[in-house]
């Protein structure tokens, strides 16, 4: 509470909220003018206020940022700020989706399924496949793959 | 890393609560209000007033509230002391301008309320403590009344109000505390006027000069009867010279007086005779009285020394008798002591102890006890002028073979405790051991350069005359140095110090050298006052050397050549246009006769709406030969009207800016061509009637207008203007693009433009069978007479805030993308991505414009809370912030400077080209760990299956 600050047009007036969180500013002169709120941790639309030069007294207040219309000149923060990034917490799954760890999870992949497919293959297709290696030299990829 | 200060003291009032934590109160020339610890000098809360707020006095009421008297009398505020929560406000207004006075008498009561009594604007207030009501006033609406005193005997229930009218007549209105009732109303007429202040002897006498300032008058209104003396200060002092000033104080019995020599301590005797105390050449500062018994007044007196100062704390009815000396050894980079205040308390065997506030010429404030500086603050740092950086010494490499060896063991054993410490092995031993190593080798605050170009001096100019250095790693003072050159003299009154510049920066061939900078003085207010240049070593903060100049400095430009050594060559501009060269070597002006046509420069007379643009012309033609002095010519002049146009703001580009590429890829495969100039400024106008406050105007009566334009030719390559739009403007320019900020009275919301500005004629050359075959037009010569071919993009949005600064992050080879700084108005620092003020932005992008980065159109700009780079802190009263180039490309660092100091590192595309901090070095070991056990494995399970094969 008491490092909250109210400005009025950029900073001209400045004070400070009561403890009961009223603020006030005097003597000023008819016409439109900007209430800015500034408080660590929160955000404050700017509020455009009309003081009435015809009828005095009479005070007209919106928002600027959604351009709501206020009926009591009672400010709100819009909302709470977080100023820190939350740092990510460890876990086994952001230590997998790292690049170090999908290497790791690729070699062996490689290493200990690649055999295995081999094994599952049917004899006779890979007997054909190493023909057809033999026959054309040099092994090919697409060669390997169905249709 | 962010550091707090308060700026220097005006004002300091001691709390006199027995329970607690000792505190004093202060105000400041900065206009802060603070609590500061008595013991240690920390700061227990503080508030920084408005600009307008100005803070005329302070007191404490009740022992709980610290009162506030500011805005010229007419605000009057209450805090808390433990918390510095505002109690409550109160406005007081007043017939006329006139001196102000904040009373807080203590046995002044209605009920069980403390009155405060206020005189301000013509107008006398009681105001209750503890709510803030007017409980009455009175107004002294007499024409020509001038009040000098406000006076409330303790103990008693009258008020006087002393002052002079017709400035001969002396009148005292004695008032009843009661309820404002006038009680009584005399006056005296003095034939021979008075001159400046009255000194307050008494509670019922006074002191004052005549118009000549050389015979003293001592009114004393006993029961409201006015009797005076007159006594001629020759007949006190017998050489005393020209007219005497009275010193402003508050003791009891004694006033002083000073001459342009001498000071003199006079007291007064009964029936308004007067006697020397004492007379002394010294620098002298004098407190207020502190009452310290129901009849003893005490007061403390310094007085300067060669290396040390002396402070006395004598008793004011009783001159010899000292209750305390004692001799303080002061640095003299301080300076001279310009405040005094004293504070008593009870030692434990019930005599009494004085401490003492002193604040210096250098603004800071030190607390003085038992003959020792119990604390110090540096406060002026909260009032920087100028910021320059310098890069810190190498590292020599000639290190004994013993110290290697030392080392090496050194090194092992700490990289082996660091190892255990990321293990998370380590004892609570062994932490305490790694945490004392860091701190002491710690890398951050290491004196010498690093690899990555973290570690620089901040070199900072206060408005003190004080240069200091300050260590980027961890913020300390590596240096201070009172610049001599900014020390008041016979022929510098008023020194002001205005801007630094970097003077020569060695590297390849002159690496002996250490760097200096250039700092420009002027002695006085007014423009056409003679200038002091001096030279400033920035590893030792020694002052090389210093130069009165004969001739005022107007305009200092620093020239893109240096000499042999790496001095850079500066244009200084005086008030007669007449140009001067330095450094003023045969050199430099053989360099400078080199490039003799091409320098050019523009001038901005903001109070006639001109801007000049000029070129040397020939040497001075004055009586004098001077071959260092070059008169100049007008080359061209931008008129703005006076009366719809007046100039808010011009910026250019950064001298130092690097950029890396001249053209732009766009979606479509295309490339445009940036307009790339040194010489492009970018001037906002606004009309007249709007240059006043938000709201002052309506939005039909006011315009701005941007421009852009060519310093060399003075020609307008572009020119905007928003309607009902007024100021304040800020405005950065970088590469090809200007970002500026400004409110519009339509929507009546802030707003920030881009201009970004492109280069025509070269877009021929894309093809690249142009090229080969000599058909692109690079070569062809392009005059200044030619109009450049130039198209601009530009775009507006809505920002929320107001803005008290801006900057734009600069790298060392301008590869990284751009951010742009925003100090806002609740001090705070938001990075914003430059994407989100790229005027190619549409509301639904294509395909290839989004691979390209282009976000889609909003009408406001984005707030994202993660982007503050301040986070949770508050740079109060934010002035301005500097960006400098690491040597690392992905890292800018940014200092931010008001009050407080705030200083970070920023990587505006994320550390792409370094780990980050928090880049976990046990993951890496273990990866690696695991990759090779898994090699062995597998080798061994390979070999198994092999020999299994084989057995087959």
């Known amino acids: ?147 | 890393r962010h550091q707090q200060y308060i700026g220097k003291v005006k004002q300091a009032v001691f709390s006199s609560q027995r329970a607690g934590r000792k505190r004093v109160v202060v105000s400041t020339e900065e206009n802060v209000i603070a609590s500061l610890d008595l013991r240690h000098g920390e700061i227990f809360w503080r508030h920084l007033l408005g600009a307008d707020d100005v803070i005329d006095g302070i007191d404490i009421g009740l022992g709980k509230y610290v009162i506030t008297l500011s805005s010229g009398g007419s605000i009057l505020r209450s805090w808390n002391l433990p918390d510095g929560q505002m109690v409550w406000e109160s406005s007081l207004q007043g017939p006329k301008h006139s001196k102000l006075f904040l009373l807080v008498p203590t046995n002044l009561k209605f009920d069980k309320d403390n009155v405060l009594v206020v005189f301000s604007n013509g107008r006398l207030h009681a105001i209750s403590c503890i709510d803030g009501e007017v409980l009455w006033k009175k107004d002294f609406e007499a024409e020509s009344f001038e009040v000098q005193q406000v006076i409330q005997p303790p103990g008693s229930d009258l008020i006087y109000v002393v002052g002079f009218a017709a400035s001969y007549q002396f009148e005292m209105y004695q008032i009843n505390a009661k309820n404002g009732e006038l009680l009584k109303h005399e006056s005296a007429s003095f034939s021979s006027g008075f001159s400046g202040e009255v000194s307050l002897v008494s509670t019922e006498t006074v002191v004052a000069l005549d118009s000549t300032g050389s015979i003293l008058l001592t009114i004393s209104f006993q029961d409201g009867k006015i009797s005076s003396q007159q006594t001629p200060i020759s007949n006190l002092v017998e050489d005393s010279l020209g007219p005497a000033v009275i010193i402003p104080s508050s003791v009891s019995g004694i006033f002083a007086i000073k001459t342009d020599a001498v000071a003199v301590f006079i007291r007064v005797m009964g029936e308004g005779k007067l006697e020397v105390v004492e007379k002394t050449t010294h620098e002298i500062a004098v407190s207020d009285a502190l009452s310290i018994s129901e009849d003893q007044q005490a007061f403390a007196l310094i007085q300067h020394a060669s290396s040390e100062i002396h402070l006395t704390v004598k008793l004011a009815h009783d001159w010899d008798g000292n209750l305390l000396k004692e001799s303080v050894k002061m640095d003299w980079q301080r300076g001279l002591v310009h405040k005094v205040f004293i504070n008593n308390y009870i030692r434990t065997d019930r005599s009494y102890g004085f401490r003492v506030l002193i604040v210096m010429e250098d603004h800071s404030l030190l607390l003085l006890q038992q003959g020792e500086i119990v604390w110090s603050r540096e406060d002026g740092l909260a009032s920087i002028i100028d910021v320059t950086t310098s890069e810190l010494p190498v590292e020599r490499n000639g290190v004994s073979v013993a110290k290697v060896e030392h080392n090496l063991f050194e090194w092992l054993k700490g990289h082996m405790l660091k190892l255990k410490g990321t293990l998370m092995l380590a004892s609570p031993e062994d932490m305490a051991a790694i945490q004392s190593m860091r701190l002491k080798s710690s890398e951050k605050s290491k004196m010498t350069r690093d690899h990555n170009g973290f570690r620089k001096l901040l070199i900072v100019l206060t408005r003190a005359g004080k240069l200091f250095a300050l260590h980027t790693g961890d913020g300390r003072i590596v240096w201070s140095h009172l610049l001599w050159s900014l020390h008041k003299s016979e022929a510098c009154q008023s020194p002001i110090g205005l801007n630094l510049y970097q003077w020569q920066v060695p590297h390849h061939h002159a690496m002996d050298e250490n760097p200096s900078v250039l700092v420009v003085t002027r002695c006085g207010p007014s423009s056409d006052t003679p200038g002091v240049l001096s030279f400033v070593d920035t590893y030792t903060g020694k002052e090389l050397s210093s130069l009165s100049l004969d001739h005022a400095v107007v305009q200092v430009i620093p020239l893109p050549y240096t000499d042999s050594t790496e001095q850079r060559l500066h244009l200084l501009i005086n008030a007669d246009k007449h140009a001067h060269l330095y450094p003023k070597t045969s050199e430099a002006l053989s360099i400078f006769k080199r490039e003799f046509l091409n320098i050019y420069w523009y001038s901005v007379e903001d109070q006639n709406g001109i801007i000049k643009g000029h070129a040397l012309k020939c040497k001075c033609t004055g009586e004098v030969a001077d071959e260092f002095c070059f008169d100049t010519r007008d080359l061209w002049s931008v008129v703005f009207p006076s009366e719809s146009e007046k100039i808010v703001a011009t910026v250019t580009r950064k001298l130092n800016e690097v950029v890396h590429t001249q053209a732009k890829v766009v979606a479509d495969q295309d490339v445009m061509y940036k307009y790339i100039s040194r010489n492009l400024l970018f001037v906002a106008t606004v009309a007249p009637k709007g240059s006043g406050e938000i709201g002052s105007v309506t939005p039909e009566e006011s315009w701005l207008v941007a421009y852009l334009i060519d310093t060399v030719t003075g020609r307008i390559l572009h020119r905007v203007t928003h309607h009902g739009s007024q100021g304040p403007v800020h405005a950065v320019f970088s590469e090809n693009w200007v970002v500026y900020h400004y409110f519009n009275l339509r929507a009546h919301r802030y707003e920030m433009s881009v201009i970004e500005i492109y280069d025509q004629s070269r877009a021929d050359n894309k093809d690249v069978w142009k090229l080969v075959l000599g058909k692109h037009n690079l070569t062809s010569p392009t005059s200044l007479f030619s109009r450049p071919e130039v198209i601009t993009k530009s775009q507006s949005y809505f920002f929320t805030h107001s803005l008290k600064a801006i900057a734009v992050t600069s790298t060392a080879k301008g590869i990284t993308s751009k951010q742009l700084l925003l100090g806002t108005i609740g001090d705070q620092v938001l990075a914003l991505d430059k994407r989100f003020l790229d005027p190619r932005r549409t509301v639904n992008p294509t395909q290839a414009e989004k691979e390209e980065g282009i976000i889609p159109l909003t009408d406001s700009l984005p707030i994202i809370p993660q982007s503050y780079v301040t986070h949770a802190l508050r740079v109060e009263g934010l002035r301005g912030i500097i960006t400098v180039p690491a040597k690392l490309e992905s890292t800018t660092l940014v200092f931010a400077h008001g009050v407080d100091l705030f200083f970070t590192q920023l990587a505006p595309s994320r550390t792409y080209d370094s780990l980050t901090e928090d880049f976990s070095y046990a993951l890496l070991l273990i990866t690696i760990v695991a990759l090779v056990a898994a090699i062995f494995v597998t080798w061994r399970l390979s070999e198994r299956k092999e020999l299994q094969e084989k057995w087959r």
């Open chain 1, 1 to 147: 509470m008491s490092n909250v600050k109210v400005l009025l047009n950029g900073g001209q007036n400045i004070t400070f909220l009561r403890p009961d969180g009223y603020f006030s500013f005097h003597n000023i002169p008819a016409g439109t003018h900007l209430i800015e709120v500034s408080a660590i941790g929160y955000f404050f639309s700017p509020v455009r206020v009309d003081v009435s030069a015809r009828n005095p007294g009479k005070v007209q207040a919106a928002l600027t940022e959604n351009r709501k219309g206020l009926s009591e000149l009672v400010l709100e923060p819009l909302r709470e700020e977080q100023y820190y990034e939350i740092r990510e917490p460890f876990s086994i799954m952001s230590l997998l989706k790292s690049p170090m760890g999908l290497m790791v999870g690729f070699m062996l992949a490689v290493a200990f399924l690649m055999p295995k497919l081999v094994e599952n293959m049917d004899p006779e297709e890979m007997r054909r496949a190493q023909e057809e290696m033999r026959s054309q030299g040099v092994p090919s990829l697409s060669s390997l793959l169905p249709g």
